[in-house]
C-alpha cells in the first residue's frame, strides 16, 4: 500500500493520575483510582459500580491466546505505549499503522455507571488528560472526546467543548439521561453535532443492552452477544427517523464488526416493508438499508466477513481498526491479518477501508 493504515479504533488505558488530578475537585476522593496487588491483579476500582476492572485483558495485545486472562497483570507490565503517546509511536510502527483513533478503556464502564453527575466528572476529567496525550503525538493519535449526555443541553456545551479541545469526534453513552436517542428532543443535539462536523460514536459495551449481564450456556457465549447493544441503537435511530430528520448526521457503530452488516440491513429492509404498519413503524422517505449505507460507519477488526461482503454494502463506510492494546487487537500481527483477509480487494478499495475512509471522516492528513 502507498498509504499506511490508519486504526479507526484503538485504545487508551487511563493512567493512575488520570481521573484523580484532572476530575472536579469535589469528585476527587472518589476518582477512580488504580489498586495494586488485588487478587486479580492491579485493578481499576471505580467508585459506585461493584466490580473493579482488571487491566489484564485491557493490555492484552500481542498476548498469545492460551496465556490470555482476566486477571494477574500489573501495571509495571503494561504496554507503555497505553497511556504514554511517544511509546505509542514504537508500537504503530512495529504494526505498520500510521495513526490511531483514541477511545478509552475505563471510560468505557462509566458509560454504565447508574450516577451521572459521576459520569460526567470523570468523563470531563477524562477529556482534560486526553488533550494531553493527543498534544504529545499530534500526526499520529487523535482523540474523541466523551460526554455523559445528562441532558441536550448539557450534551451540545459538551461537544461544543470537545470540539475546542481539538477532538475528532465524540464517544456517547449508550443510553443517555433523558428519554431515549430517538426521541426528538435530541433533534438540537444531532444538529449540533452536523453544525461542528463531529461524527458520533456508540462503542461495544457502553450500553445497558450489550448482552454483558446472564449468560446463556459457557462464558464464551456472552462474546457473541456483546455487538447487541450497538445493533439495537443503530436499528432505534433508522425506525425513529433520525436518519431522515437529519440527512447529514454521522454515526460510527465501534468494535461491533461489520460481516452481519448485509444480513442486517437485508432484515431491516423485510421488517419495514412487511410488519411496519402493525408494528407502529415510522413512515420513512427511503428504506432503512439505505439510510445504514449512507449514514453509520463501521469498526472492525479481525473480521474475514467484512472484507469478503465490502462489495455488498458501502465499502467507503468501512474502517479497519487494531483494537490495540486490548485483549482482541490484532497487533503486532496486523499486516499479516490484513494480507490474509484483504489481499483479493482491488487496490483502490483496500485503500479506502484501511485508510481513506477513517482520513475523510476524520479530516485527517495522514501518509
Not at 101 to 123: E, F, Q, T
Not at 156 to 172: E, Q
Not at 200 to 217: A, E, P, Q, V, Y
Request: charged letters at 25%; a negative charge; glycine letters at 8%.
Amino acid at each position: 500500500m502507498a498509504k499506511r493504515p490508519i486504526s479507526s479504533d484503538s485504545h487508551i488505558v487511563e493512567p493512575p493520575n488520570c481521573y484523580i488530578d484532572h476530575i472536579d475537585p469535589k469528585f476527587r476522593d472518589r476518582a477512580p483510582y488504580l489498586a495494586r496487588g488485588t487478587d486479580l491483579g492491579d485493578v481499576v476500582v471505580i467508585h459506585g459500580m461493584g466490580s473493579p476492572m482488571p487491566i489484564s485483558l485491557a493490555a492484552g495485545a500481542g498476548v498469545p491466546p492460551d496465556q490470555l486472562s482476566s486477571k494477574g497483570a500489573t501495571w509495571d507490565n503494561l504496554h507503555r505505549g497505553a497511556w504514554d503517546s511517544k511509546a505509542r509511536q514504537a508500537d504503530q510502527d512495529r504494526d505498520g499503522v500510521a495513526a490511531e483513533m483514541i477511545y478509552p478503556s475505563v471510560g468505557m464502564m462509566l458509560c454504565n455507571h447508574p450516577d451521572m453527575d459521576y459520569k460526567r466528572a470523570c468523563m470531563d476529567a477524562y477529556n482534560r488528560w486526553l488533550q494531553g496525550f493527543c498534544s504529545d503525538s499530534p500526526d499520529r493519535v487523535f482523540g474523541l472526546g466523551q460526554t455523559a449526555m445528562r441532558t441536550v443541553e448539557e450534551g451540545i456545551a459538551d461537544i461544543r467543548r470537545i470540539k475546542d479541545m481539538g477532538f475528532k469526534g465524540v464517544m456517547l453513552p449508550g443510553t443517555p439521561g433523558v428519554e431515549d436517542y430517538d426521541s426528538r428532543v435530541y433533534d438540537p443535539f444531532w444538529e449540533a453535532a452536523v453544525d461542528l462536523g463531529l461524527p458520533l460514536s456508540f462503542h461495544i459495551l457502553t450500553s445497558k443492552s450489550d448482552g454483558i449481564g446472564k449468560i446463556r450456556g459457557p462464558k464464551i457465549n456472552s462474546f457473541l452477544s456483546i455487538i447487541r447493544g450497538n445493533q439495537d441503537i443503530l436499528g432505534m435511530l433508522i425506525y425513529g427517523g433520525v436518519f431522515e430528520r437529519h440527512p447529514k448526521l454521522k454515526v460510527v457503530c465501534v468494535e461491533a464488526d461489520a460481516g452481519w452488516a448485509p444480513h442486517y440491513m437485508y432484515r431491516m429492509d423485510h421488517a419495514y416493508k412487511r410488519h411496519r404498519h402493525w408494528m407502529k413503524g415510522k413512515e420513512l422517505s427511503r428504506l432503512p438499508s439505505e439510510y445504514f449505507s449512507q449514514n453509520i460507519y463501521l469498526t472492525f477488526q479481525d473480521d474475514w466477513t467484512a472484507f469478503q461482503f465490502a462489495d455488498k454494502i458501502n465499502h467507503e463506510r468501512l474502517m479497519w481498526a487494531s483494537d490495540f492494546p486490548h485483549s482482541d487487537s490484532t497487533w503486532p500481527d496486523s499486516q499479516k491479518v490484513i494480507a490474509e483477509q484483504a489481499g483479493h480487494l482491488s487496490p483502490a478499495m483496500r485503500e479506502r477501508i484501511l485508510h481513506d475512509n477513517v482520513a475523510e471522516l476524520y479530516g485527517l492528513t495522514v501518509n
